[in-house]
């Protein structure tokens, strides 16, 4: 089996997206979810405690009142509380986690992520889990977050211990100043840990799909076979392709002076005219369906057709369309343009006498 080295195609790559195989990472949308609930109570914080601080005002002034009244006033209280902020909350999350998976990802439906597998239950493929790099991986990321998140709140207990030493003698507002400090610290360093952490995780899991992606050499040119089709194919879509962008196909074969061909496979046009170009020159090649096409259009414009097989090979394969005939082709191609044009004998084009050849 071929090792696999290369890296995956944009075909490959377009194939493993519509499965839902692409690179994400989880850290950077739970990053996403702890900071926009810091900057919602950073913001809100002040009206959340005062909402909360009317609830309990509520239940004391209730007390006297039925219960059935008091049980429905509190009630109602909590509920709007939760609609104007633990709603508010829900919906910045969700919204900030699609944001953060969009920014990723892009807009993406993989239909093919959704349809049940066999090997998503099956225990051999949780097993070779159990053992892949990217368990030890999440093993280890895992274990970094309890040390060092352990460590900095540590360290963050340890700074703000004597400050608690002295909450019984402190206010209510004091105590809640202190309180809020060391939650906002705590949290704010929860964020710049997942940041950290999300740009890790991100750098990981694009190494692993693009790993898991890679391709063999031979992988690649079957790709591009099954792509560009056979030999055959290609070569009739590039000669349609230079017809359809010159334009200038059916032009070329009524200007020419012969179309010289083998019978079905090659057709090539030449234009010689005396007095206007220097050396007889190929205007025109065609292959198979294109040879056939150009032998219909020079019959349409009554040009000469004429059957040569070892010209018609040594046309095509030694002279470009465009180009003047080669030393080595003057001698046929005067003969035929003589057959053809009923020129009398002058000389040939490099100067030999023919009636002397002979």
């Known amino acids: 089996m071929s090792e696999k080295t290369e890296k995956p195609s944009a ?16 850290e950077i949308v739970t990053g996403v979810q702890v900071a926009l609930a810091l900057g919602f109570f950073m913001f809100k914080g002040g009206a959340l405690f005062d909402a909360l601080r009317g609830l309990i005002v509520l239940t004391i002034d209730v007390v006297a009142e039925p219960v059935e009244v008091a049980a429905a006033r509190i009630l109602d209280a ?16 969700i919204a900030g986690s699609i944001v ?10 993989a239909g093919e992520a959704l349809k049940p597998q066999l090997s998503r239950i099956s225990p051999l493929s949780h097993a070779k889990q159990l053992f892949s790099l990217k368990s030890v991986f999440e093993f280890g990321k895992s274990l970094a977050k309890v040390v060092l998140l352990g460590v900095i709140f540590s360290y963050l207990l340890k700074r703000y211990a ?10 209510l507002s004091c105590g809640l100043e202190v309180t809020v400090r060391l939650v906002f610290w705590m949290w704010a360093v929860l964020v710049a840990f997942y940041v ?20 063999s050499k031979q992988e690649l040119k079957q790709e591009y076979k099954d792509a560009e089709g056979s030999p055959d194919i290609r070569h009739k879509r590039r000669e349609l392709h230079r017809e359809v962008q010159s ?14 061909k083998n019978p079905t496979r090659i057709a090539v046009c030449l234009y010689y005219r005396i007095g ?9 090649t065609g292959r198979d369906a294109m040879a ?19 010209l018609a090979r040594r046309l095509i394969s030694g002279v470009a369309p465009g180009d003047f005939i080669s030393p080595e082709l003057f001698d046929p191609v005067a003969r035929l343009l003589r057959a053809v044009m009923d020129l009398p004998y002058d000389h040939d084009p490099d100067g030999t006498d023919e009636h002397d050849e002979e």
Request: glycine share 8%; with cysteine; aromatic share 6%.
């Open 11 to 26: 075909k490959r790559l377009r194939e493993s997206r519509a499965k839902g195989q692409v690179v994400r990472s989880a």
């Open 78 to 93: 909590v509920i709007a509380l939760c609609m104007d902020f633990l709603g508010t909350l829900a919906l910045l999350i």
């Open 100 to 109: 953060a998976g969009a920014a990723q990802v892009g807009p993406l439906l």
């Open 162 to 171: 004597a400050s608690f030493r002295y909450l019984p003698a402190c206010t």
């Open 196 to 215: 950290l952490f999300g740009i890790g995780d991100y750098a990981f899991q694009r190494f692993s799909v693009m790993k898991q992606l890679r391709m």
């Open 247 to 260: 334009g200038s196909l059916a032009a070329n074969v009524a200007r020419s002076t012969v179309l010289v």
């Open 276 to 284: 206007e170009t220097p050396l007889p020159q190929v205007v025109e």
């Open 292 to 310: 056939r096409h150009m032998v219909r259009l020079a019959e349409r414009a009554g040009i000469p057709v004429v059957e040569d097989i070892a």
